[in-house]
């Protein structure tokens, strides 16, 4: 058996990849080892993880937010090993994860537009290149977060529609100081921004929403994509909830810069699941 994991903040979705060629699945808490000690991981491997095991496994690739050091892959890898300790372990950063889900065992550039925003030049294999990430403050253009900081400021700095403004009044009555606590003082803030996303979704046919994401997502091409020498010979791939709900306004930047974009999945398990079969 092999076990494919992609691990997130909030969820880790499990796939099974059994020897007669069928797949299970299972779903658990989330683990970010930047936030949640390593005994955190272990109780999920012994409650989410090991009742859905009844085979050997003898491969284990770990794909999730936070494994970028040597010293947290370590930890993980330990944790695995605890349990698994014939098994061959890989651990890899959510990046590497989209880029093998989107790509395949071809070349390209896979990108990540969710809460925040990451891409890559891929080789087939794996990373060859990487646009610095700068984060929520600095830069995660295209973001879910860009966008809500975006619309926050215009409602405050009253840039929003009149009509447009009242509607976002309604559904968030809140003051100033309250955004400000929450974005400054409070756990999650780019999560807490993102949030404002889906109000933007819904109000996709007002100019104002539609120019927004535009703009978001041409700065995204622009300072990420545009960057790698050859993006204009390689497909472009997305994942995220972001890139996926938005997927129109997306294509449409991305035709007006010459860009071509092929694969745009929500999230990367699936094509995760189709990238190890190879290894059954």
């Known amino acids: 058996m092999i076990i494919v994991a992609d691990s997130g903040g909030s969820k880790i979705d499990w796939r099974f990849l059994k020897t007669d060629r069928t797949i299970a699945q299972a779903n658990s808490p989330g683990f970010n080892p930047y936030y949640q000690p390593i005994d955190h991981l272990k109780k999920i491997i012994k409650e989410s993880l090991l009742p859905q095991i009844n085979e050997p496994v003898t491969k284990i690739f770990y794909y999730g937010t936070g494994v970028s050091s040597e010293k947290n892959q370590q930890l993980i890898q330990l944790a695995f090993v605890e349990h698994f300790g014939a098994a061959k372990i890989e651990i890899g950063w959510d990046l ?53 900081k975006q619309i926050v400021f215009d409602y405050f700095r009253k840039n929003m529609p009149e009509t447009l403004a009242t509607q976002f009044h309604a559904r968030f009555p809140w003051t100033r100081e309250e955004v400000l606590e929450k974005v400054y003082q409070q756990e999650k803030p780019s999560a807490f921004l993102a949030s404002f996303a889906k109000f933007i979704f819904q109000h996709l046919k007002e100019p104002y929403c539609y120019k927004l994401v535009y703009k978001s997502f041409s700065d995204f091409y622009e300072n990420n994509v545009m960057k790698y020498p050859d993006y204009k010979k390689l497909k472009v791939h997305f994942t995220g909830s972001i890139a996926f709900y938005f997927s129109d306004v997306l294509r449409q930047v991305a035709n007006d810069k010459g860009i071509t974009v092929k694969n745009i999945l929500e999230g990367p398990i699936a094509g995760l699941t189709l990238y190890h079969q190879k290894d059954l």
Do not use: P
């Open 96 to 148: 590497l994860a989209a880029a093998r889900a989107l790509c395949g065992q071809e070349a390209g550039i896979a990108c990540i537009l969710g809460t925040g925003s990451n891409s890559c030049q891929y080789d087939g294999k794996e990373i060859v290149e990487n646009v610095a990430n700068l984060g929520w403050i600095l830069a995660d253009e295209g973001s879910g977060s860009c966008l809500g």
